[in-house]
Each structure stands twice: as C-alpha cells, then as structure tokens.
C-alpha cells in the first residue's frame, strides 16, 4: 500500500519513517521515495489507518490532512525525526 505524505525532505527523514514503521509493525518492507513524498509498505493486514496515525506522529501526516497550526507543528516533529535518521545511519 502506498500512503503520499507531506514534509518528507532527505534520506534522514527516510531513515526515520523506515525505522519507525518497521519497529512498530515489524514490516518487512517500508520504501520511501523522498523526491515523490510517498510511502510505499508490504503489510499482511489493512493498517493502513494506523500507518497514517504513526507517519503523523512522526511529523508525516497523509498529504493535505493538516492545515494551520496542525501544519506547523507537523513540519516541526518532521525537522527532528530528519535530525534522528541522519544520526542513525
């Protein structure tokens, strides 16, 4: 299942989705494609709902779900899961 999402920007911020949705869902495969904005995950079961949860989480949310402030603060918790995956290469 493919899931586009907003504030996605280097290989750190890919790093940090991949991390993230392997260890919580032990995912096989979690592929990012930063230039697209898109998470692309091989899951046995439809959770996808609780994907989008956990990107938004993260400072990813689901393109075009957040406006305003919610934008704002998304973009923040993005700078610092980059800043994470960058320093766990």
């Known amino acids: 299942?493919?899931?586009a999402v907003?504030?996605?920007k280097c290989g750190g911020c890919a790093n940090s989705i991949r991390k993230?949705?392997?260890e919580r869902y032990s995912l096989a495969e979690v592929t990012v494609d930063v230039e697209q904005g898109m998470v692309q995950v091989s899951a046995e079961n439809d959770i996808r709902a609780e994907l989008v949860a956990a990107l938004r989480e993260i400072g990813y949310p689901e393109r075009g779900?957040?406006?305003g402030v919610d934008s704002l603060k998304a973009k923040a918790k993005s700078f610092v899961?980059?800043?994470v995956g960058r320093m766990d290469r």
């Open 1 to 3: 299942m493919s899931i």
């Open 6 to 8: 907003d504030n996605i």
């Open 20 to 22: 993230k949705l392997q």
């Open 65 to 67: 779900s957040v406006t």
């Open 81 to 83: 899961s980059c800043a």
